[in-house]
């Protein structure tokens, strides 16, 4: 192909990649060409007015109970709870240190787009999170028999965090952990807590977990090796480590 | 096509700045379009409720980033928005992870992108413009949330069309904003 038929053929990958209907192939093509012509935002935020302007004819409105939900979770008031007149000062300590860590967060950030180291959101978490539960990771096979490691999570705020060390640095091109939150109550299927890269060098490597769908009462966490962006449904063929109640 | 005429909104400037209630007022504004947007995509209530309030931490996240003189804020919640429903389904259905611009900080400049420095009169001429099968492909595309398998059962085009003129209507799209050369806000809000 000429200059002009690989800018035509970027053009309209890069298109099918703001339409979100890029196959697998597309996709390996679009990456390669992105290196000549780069790319920019310019068609997701067509894409975005579109979409604005179209749904915004009939849009639904927020459940009330979900709308309540967010602006609770986005809510710096500490909701203090008494209790045979006596002020409960567990909950309230853990809000006004969360504040405090916040406070800090937003002085050091400026700006909440700047997201903070997930160490220091790991701290916040520990602080403010009474029911956040603790686990330690053991390897799940030779190859990982070095991996050390500890996963915390908190039922009450759906985040979580893992603290690992000693595992393999990967190639995210040719393969990416996944975590697996197994949580029998809600499902024989475990939940994707997310996919992620552990970089080389030396040191514990914190890892957001990010669960895809509620977990309520997990029994294990598991991590395991994956093809590139994760997959719906493992078949755990390479199992690096895992943490069980 | 709606009037116009009302001053924007900006609540991310709040939110970004950390003002106490902007949140729940940008919830209260927007809430409606990301549920729609999640909604007809994604068609579970429970992994809908999900994703709203992720999409909502990626708003809060984001907001620093928003640039009113680039695109509307209701643009910039249902690209967010958008972006995050469709990653939703590539993965029930199998497909790779795309790379997510959106998350990138190299937003362009003011005018420096002709696609995306419009306002809603114009995006409605645009609209308008277009062929009716485009017209029709980009309703049911972005005001119904069908799959591209979903509009080639509907309107009896193979998968393989109703990909490509959707892409190439994209880009018409992009175009034909670049020559009517509006800017993109201020009046794109004042329709909800």
């Known amino acids: ?245 | 096509m709606p009037a116009s005429g009302s001053p924007p909104f900006n609540h991310l400037a709040g939110v970004a700045r950390g003002d106490a209630g902007a949140m729940d007022a940008c919830i209260d504004a927007h809430g409606g379009l990301v549920w729609s947007i999640v909604l007809k995509r994604v068609r579970d209530r429970t992994a809908a409720e999900d994703l709203t309030q992720e999409i909502f931490t990626e708003i809060w996240k984001t907001s620093g980033r928003y640039d009113p003189a680039i695109a509307s804020e209701s643009g910039f919640i249902a690209m967010i928005a958008r972006r995050r429903a469709i990653d939703w389904t590539r993965k029930q259905q199998r497909l790779p992870e795309m790379e997510s611009l959106t998350e990138k900080a190299d937003f362009p400049a003011p005018g420096e992108d002709p696609g995306s420095a419009m306002d809603r009169d114009s995006l409605w001429k645009a609209l308008e413009t277009l062929p009716d099968e485009t017209r029709s492909l980009f309703t049911l595309h972005f005001e119904q949330g069908l799959t591209h398998s979903e509009i080639a059962e509907s309107t009896g085009l193979p998968l393989g069309s109703v990909k490509t003129r959707l892409r190439r209507g994209l880009l018409e799209a992009r175009a034909l904003l670049g020559r009517l050369g509006g800017r993109l806000n201020p009046n794109l809000e004042a329709r909800s």
């Open chain 1, 1 to 245: 192909m000429n200059f002009e038929e690989r800018w035509s053929r970027f053009e309209e990958l890069d298109a099918g990649r703001a339409l979100g209907d890029l196959d697998a192939a597309e996709l390996a093509e679009w990456q390669e060409l992105s290196r000549d012509f780069g790319s920019d935002v310019g068609l997701d935020h067509l894409a975005g007015e579109m979409e604005a302007l179209l749904t915004m004819e009939k849009p639904q409105a927020l459940p009330p109970e979900l709308a309540a939900g967010l602006k609770q979770q986005f809510s710096p008031t500490p909701v203090v709870e008494e209790k045979r007149g006596k002020v409960m000062l567990g909950p309230w300590l853990g809000w006004a240190v969360a504040a405090c860590l916040l406070g800090l967060l937003m002085v050091n950030n400026l700006l909440p787009d700047k997201a903070p180291p997930a160490e220091q959101l790991l701290s916040a978490l520990l602080a403010a999170a009474p029911d956040a539960k603790r686990l330690s990771f053991s390897p799940a096979g030779d190859a990982y028999a070095a991996t050390t490691g500890e996963v915390v999570w908190s039922d009450s705020r759906q985040e979580g965090y893992m603290t690992l060390s000693k595992i393999p640095a990967n190639d995210p091109t040719k393969r990416q952990y996944q975590l697996w939150i197994v949580d029998p109550a809600r499902d024989e299927i475990p939940v994707d807590g997310g996919v992620f890269n552990i970089p080389a060098g030396p040191g514990p490597v914190v890892v957001p977990i990010d669960a895809k769908l509620a977990v309520h009462n997990p029994a294990a966490f598991v991590i395991t090796l994956e093809q590139p962006g994760g997959v719906v449904k493992s078949k755990q063929e390479v199992v690096v480590a895992l943490a069980k109640f």
